[in-house]
């Protein structure tokens, strides 16, 4: 196996773990206070976290070496995951998920900072990608990349619903732990031969925010690219807030999980298909279109109670999401010198994040106490009810065809853009990293 396999593989097990104990945590949470508003405030928490630390965690992948952060990153969760552990064993509170007591949500956050640790890996990954593989296949690459996320996704929603029903968050940590230590002595092996480089290792080792943002500035259409996809995580968040609200409310918890393996499949399809085929000539084309079918989809898959319409949206938004991934993977590797990906990618990824925790935090509560309300014995329950059907999950429900429907318009305003076109002639010339770093070492 060449380097980039091995990361790749590597990869797979920090994410297993990591996904796994993420919705464990939600449905943990769910389970047992029946509140969306807590559910909807632990997505908002982790997406603030994830955002704040992201541009930071982006500057120490550029100044620090790709694989040595990765170590480090697993290094810290499993510390973190060993303090979550020995605060759910030792506090009652939190063995109880008493809402009202601070030592629970001081174990939630110690335990999403376990889990946020990992997006240093995530960051990484592709700063890697640039470095092993020919610039002519970093989309399919990229789409292998998309395809151990989706296995990630296939396991740790089935091993999650099983965990918590069997051993709630205790076996989930334990879990944690045993495959964090299985990372981190894999990784101890796996070498990687990275170019030294001027900016990296001689210059002061900041985070260079400005100059970061000088970068994308200078790139034409690309801060449009990430303000589109700051909005698509506007509604994404939506999903973050009420997918798992809105699944239980139909079945068990462990239908839910598996019900999301089967679902992953998707993941792994998809990255399966990019694999072999690319993402076509012009990524950024490839991305607002499967942003439009997504959204579609969005509308229309919770149009009723249905845990067959249910699973078929899901899983076309699942087989889509990859392709989305890697199509703006692919445009910032080639746009974007590769001494400044690190900063770049995070700092990307930070702004189009920061939106998600907004619509987290409001429509939580937003959804409990107006559209519940509405489609139980409201207005809209009056309106609509005999064919939509009432009750609590159709106020849930929709919400994610009002979010859809924004999603829809604002992708058809990207393709009418002339930021749309600027971006993807930017592309086209390769302005940023061809000058850069060509790959090293066969993937």
Not at 185 to 214: C, K, Q
């Amino acid at each position: 196996m060449q380097p980039f396999h091995h990361l790749l593989a590597n990869n797979l097990i920090a994410n297993i773990t990591n996904f796994t104990v993420w919705f464990a945590l939600t449905f943990w949470t769910f389970l047992e206070t029946q509140s969306v508003f807590a559910t909807g405030m632990i997505a908002g928490i982790y997406l603030v976290l994830t955002a704040m630390l992201g541009i930071w965690f982006g500057s120490l992948v550029d100044h620090h070496g790709k694989r040595n952060m990765m170590l480090v990153s697993s290094i810290a969760s499993l510390a973190l995951y060993a303090a979550a552990l020995a605060g759910y064993v030792l506090d009652p509170d939190v063995r109880g998920a008493d809402t009202g007591s601070v030592t629970l949500w001081l174990f939630i956050l110690v335990t999403m900072f376990a889990v946020i640790v990992g997006n240093i890996r995530m960051i990484a990954l592709p700063t890697l990608v640039t470095l092993l593989v020919p610039e002519d296949r970093r989309d399919k690459a990229n789409g292998l990349v998309g395809m151990v996320s989706g296995i990630g996704f296939l396991t740790t929603s089935a091993i999650s619903g099983f965990l918590v029903a069997w051993g709630g968050m205790a076996g989930t940590l334990a879990f944690a732990i045993g495959f964090t230590l299985v990372a981190i002595f894999h990784l101890l092996f796996v070498r990687v031969d990275e170019p030294r480089d001027t900016e990296t290792h001689d210059a002061p080792r900041r985070i260079d925010l400005a100059g970061t943002l000088g970068v994308v500035l200078g790139i034409p259409g690309l801060i449009a690219l990430i303000l589109f996809t700051t909005f698509n995580n506007l509604l994404g968040g939506v999903f973050m807030a009420l997918m798992d609200a809105y699944g239980l409310s139909l079945m068990k918890v462990e239908e839910w999980g598996l019900l999301w393996a089967v679902i992953s499949c998707a993941f792994i399809l998809s990255g399966m298909v990019i694999a072999r085929t690319g993402l076509g000539a012009n990524p950024v084309r490839t991305l607002l279109f499967v942003n439009l079918a997504a959204w579609i989809v969005a509308v229309f898959f919770t149009i009723q109670s249905s845990i067959l319409l249910l699973a078929v949206g899901c899983f076309i938004w699942m087989f889509l999401g990859p392709y989305a991934e890697a199509a703006e993977q692919t445009t910032l590797q080639k746009v974007v010198p590769y001494e400044r990906q690190g900063r770049v990618f995070r700092f990307a990824q930070s702004v189009e994040q920061s939106a998600s925790p907004l619509t987290a935090f409001l429509i939580a509560p937003l959804t409990q106490l107006v559209f519940v309300p509405l489609m139980t014995d409201g207005a809209g329950a009056a309106a609509i009810g005999d064919w939509y059907g009432r009750g609590p999950e159709r106020g849930i429900a929709i919400v994610f065809s009002i979010a859809g429907a924004l999603g829809v318009l604002a992708t058809i305003g990207a393709f009418r853009s002339k930021s749309y076109r600027r971006i993807s002639t930017a592309y086209a010339v390769g302005a940023g990293n061809e000058a850069g770093h060509p790959a090293e070492q066969p993937a």
